[in-house]
Structure formats: C-alpha cells, structure tokens
C-alpha cells in the first residue's frame, strides 16, 4: 500500500456561476500567454520592437489550436468516430486533446503569414519564442492533470499519480507521466536559453535545437504512457513522430550552420531608425573626403563686402522629417 502519492483533483471543473472553468483550458492559456511574455522579452533584446511577438501570435495560436486538435482527432478518431461514439465530442477541445506536432505545424503556417505581414523572418521570430513554447508545454502539460489522463504504468513510487475511477480509466496509483513531460519542458527551455547565449543561435537553430531536445524526451515519456495508441512495428505512432522530427531538427541545424552561420543582425527592419542606416554611410564619406590637404575655398581671403553665410546657432538641431 503506498503512504505517498500525488493525488488527482476530484474535478477538472470549478463552477463560477453560470460560466465553468475548465483547468485544461486554463492551463492553456496561462501558457501561451507565458510564451508571449518570455519571447517579447527575447524578441526585444535582439532588436526588435516591444509587442511584434504577441502581434503574431495573433496569427500563430489559432493556427496551433486548429492544429493541435486536427492532429489528435486524425490519430485517435477511434475516440470520435467509432460505433457508439459522438462525432461532435471531436469539437469539444476544453476535454482535452492537443497534439503537439500539429500544434506546431500549422502553427508556424500562422507565424509565418503573421511575420511575412511585418516584414520579418520566420526564422527569427521562431528563435526568440522558442525557449517560451517550451515553458508554455510545460505548463499546459498539467492540464492532464486535471483531466486524469495520459498517466503511465502503474507503480510503488512515492511520486505514483493516484487516479480515480471514471470513463476508459481504473483506479490505481500510475506513473506521472504528464510531470516527468512537464519537468523535461522546463530543462529543454533552460538548455535552449544556455546554447543560445553561448553559441549565439541563429536563422532557425534555436528553434530546432527545442525540437530535438523536446523529441528526446517525448520518446520515452510516450513509451511509458498506458493510453490508447496506434501502433507501428511495435512502437507507439507518437514515438516513430518523436524520432522523424528529432532527426528532421538535427538536420536542419547542421545544413544551416553551414549554409548561414552566426546570428541576424537585423531581426525587425522597422525597429531600426533610418538615421542608423545612413549614418554609418556619411561617416564613411566624410572619411573619404578627408584627405589631409586644406580647403582650397577655406583658404581663399573672405571678401569683406559678401553676405555673411547663415549658420544654425550652437546647439540647434537641422529640422527633422515627421516619421510618426
């Protein structure tokens, strides 16, 4: 008999008057805002401007959503579409099911129409949010928790998930595998913001270094994992997804090394000021033009009778163009 446990809510639902509150639903959304949060400031520190982050994101997440749920509902349609099942249950994304591979794919179709908006490179803008989407799976990930599901084998460790009897579950203490996926998140987005800083990530690299080190992970939380799966020569189909991607991400990062090393220097073209563009071009040519001889026109007697030249007084800046 196990003394130690980490129990299961009795509910995924607090009622708040007429409105529920649904703990899958809100962990979800604590994460992306999270993400947003985290890649702002990234985005930011790398030149861009404050708020371009959640402006894609408007793009991003409901691509992911939409993604996410079409991912799950195509793998396990048995849930949804077998005899004495309800098709509609498939629209009911605040039960759960989000599949990560989808979410990502179609939502970097969202991110990229919202950065091709803006000007930016996809690339980029996946770099600075990269280490957030990590933070925002593992919070999301205890969304699971509040559903009971998606545990493990059952076991005798003092950290067993105890889950209750209900629909397609038993009562038993089961490996936590939702924490054990939630904790590896949080070392995956502390790895990627280390290699980023010591390796200077760039044009994508980030971004693909969270999706390997991510499938790693997922390949052997989802062995462990107890819920009903597609197989495919013996092995669960997100696991065979885990090695793809993994390989897929490994590869991307050794071509692009080579094809465009270091990091962009200019991530948001709008956030530089077109005074920075040119200045560096004046500097130059006023270096050019300094040749060491004196000014034949400088040299030359002042006429007396000529107009004196106006001049800006000391300290008065030449008018501005409004670029507001």
């Not at 989407?133 to 067993?160: C, H, M, S, V």
């Not at 690299?205 to 495919?232: N, S």
Request: aromatic residues 12%; charged residues 20%.
């Amino acid at each position: 008999m196990n003394l130690a446990y980490i129990p299961s809510p009795s509910t995924g639902v607090i009622e708040l008057g007429p409105i529920p509150l649904r703990g899958y639903a809100f962990c979800i959304i604590i994460g992306v805002f999270v993400a947003v949060w985290f890649g702002n400031k990234r985005w930011v520190a790398r030149g861009g401007r404050a708020g371009t982050v959640a402006d894609i994101a408007v793009w991003a997440v409901p691509f992911g959503l939409v993604g996410g749920r079409l991912y799950h509902v195509i793998t396990d349609y048995q849930l949804y579409f077998s005899d004495g099942e309800d098709w509609v249950d498939a629209f009911k994304i605040w039960e759960g099911g989000l599949g990560i591979w989808g979410a990502i794919a179609l939502g970097a179709v969202g991110a990229w129409i919202g950065c091709r908006r803006r000007g930016i490179p996809l690339p980029a803008w996946a770099d600075a949010l990269a280490p957030g989407i990590a933070f925002a799976q593992a919070i999301g990930r205890w969304g699971n928790w509040f559903n009971q599901e998606l545990y493990g084998k059952e076991t005798d460790l003092p950290w067993g998930l105890k889950i209750s009897d209900g629909v397609n579950r038993v009562e038993g203490i089961y490996h936590p595998t939702f924490l054990y996926e939630s904790l590896w998140c949080v070392g995956v987005a502390f790895l990627v913001i280390w290699a980023d800083r010591r390796f200077e990530l760039g044009h994508g690299r980030a971004f693909a270094l969270y999706v390997a080190a991510y499938c790693t992970g997922r390949g052997w939380i989802e062995y462990m994992r107890v819920d009903e799966a597609h197989h495919v020569l013996g092995l669960r189909l997100n696991v065979w997804t885990a090695i793809i991607v993994f390989a897929l991400a490994v590869t991307y990062i050794v071509i692009s090394s080579k094809l465009r090393p270091g990091r962009e220097e200019i991530v948001e073209p709008a956030a530089v000021a077109p005074s920075e563009g040119t200045e560096g071009k004046d500097g130059a040519a006023a270096a050019e033009g300094d040749t060491g001889q004196a000014d034949p026109a400088a040299a030359a007697p002042e006429d007396a009778d000529a107009p004196a030249e106006q001049t800006p007084a000391a300290g008065e800046a030449p008018e501005k163009a409004d670029r507001s």
